[in-house]
Every structure is written in C-alpha cells, then in structure tokens.
C-alpha cells in the first residue's frame, strides 16, 4: 500500500494492489470512499464470478462510497462502427492472437450485477461508440 498526500490540506489517497476478487481478506471492510476499475470484468467471462468481484467493491466501501467502472458493451449496441472492421478485429484478436477480454456485457446485466452486489444510484454515462461506458455506482 502506498500512500500520499496532495498539498497541505489536500485529500489522502492511498492506492492498494490485491487480486480484486478476494479484497477482504487484505483490505479492512468499508475502508474507502472510492474504488475505480477498469476494464477487470471484461477478462472474466463467468458473470457470477464478476458479480463476486462487484461485492468485493462494495464490502471495501465506506457507506456512500462510490465505484468507478466501465464495461464493454456487446458489438451489435455499437455505434458509427464498420460491420467490416469489427469481423477483422474478431479475426486478429479472438481466432490469431486468442485474447480473453471479450466478455461482453449489457447495461441491463450490469446493472443487476452491481444492484446484486448492494449498489445504487447506478449512472451509466456511454461513450460516442456506446463500446465501453463509464458507471458510477454508489453503496447503499
């Protein structure tokens, strides 16, 4: 854990690197006012095991606390996107090279997922493609 501070009176920020999925077992319940991931659910594509990663988000919040996620959207909600480009990228980075983070998500599955985990107040702000939104969720 590292830690710092900005300026005499600025805000303490503390940054802690764990396996995400088993926070609690290093890092003290409800200990956070904010928690940022992004991109570790589009690697996952077991949606319980992403929803379990989203409690371990929540348990290490302060209530009120907020999480700053994004995840990435199924092909067919994208927008101003090539049918042609999008076979070629499936080709390059799922048949040739075999990467793994093509888990794909919709707002309304991960927006049960964060609910199940205890998040409110979901805003889910998209990005001009509607590829990889930005949410914030607070803990309620």
Same mark, same amino acid.
């Given at each position: 854990?590292?830690? &710092?501070?900005?300026?005499?009176?600025?805000?303490?920020?503390?940054?802690?690197?764990?396996?995400?999925?088993? %926070?609690?077992?290093?890092?003290?319940?409800?200990?956070?006012?904010?928690?940022?991931?992004?991109? %570790?659910?589009?690697?996952?594509?077991?949606?319980?095991?992403?929803?379990?990663?989203?409690?371990?988000?929540?348990?290490?919040?302060?209530?009120?606390?907020?999480?700053?996620?994004?995840?990435?959207?199924?092909?067919?909600?994208? =927008?101003?996107?090539?049918?042609?480009? %999008?076979?070629? =990228?499936?080709?390059?980075?799922?048949?040739?090279?075999?990467?793994?983070?093509?888990?794909?998500?919709?707002?309304?599955?991960?927006?049960?997922? %964060?609910? =199940?985990?205890?998040? &409110?107040?979901?805003?889910?702000?998209?990005?001009?493609?509607?590829?990889?939104?930005?949410?914030?969720?607070?803990?309620?």
């Amino acid at each position: 854990e590292m830690g &710092g501070t900005q300026g005499d009176s600025g805000p303490s920020v503390a940054w802690h690197a764990a396996d995400a999925w088993s %926070l609690t077992t290093t890092v003290a319940p409800a200990s956070y006012d904010v928690v940022t991931s992004n991109g %570790l659910n589009i690697y996952e594509p077991d949606d319980a095991r992403v929803t379990a990663l989203y409690q371990q988000f929540h348990a290490v919040l302060k209530p009120g606390g907020t999480l700053v996620m994004s995840f990435l959207t199924p092909p067919s909600a994208w =927008q101003g996107v090539f049918p042609e480009d %999008l076979r070629q =990228q499936r080709a390059i980075f799922g048949d040739i090279i075999g990467v793994a983070w093509q888990s794909f998500r919709t707002e309304d599955t991960t927006r049960a997922q %964060l609910e =199940q985990a205890g998040f &409110g107040a979901l805003d889910v702000l998209y990005d001009t493609q509607r590829m990889f939104p930005t949410v914030v969720a607070r803990k309620v």
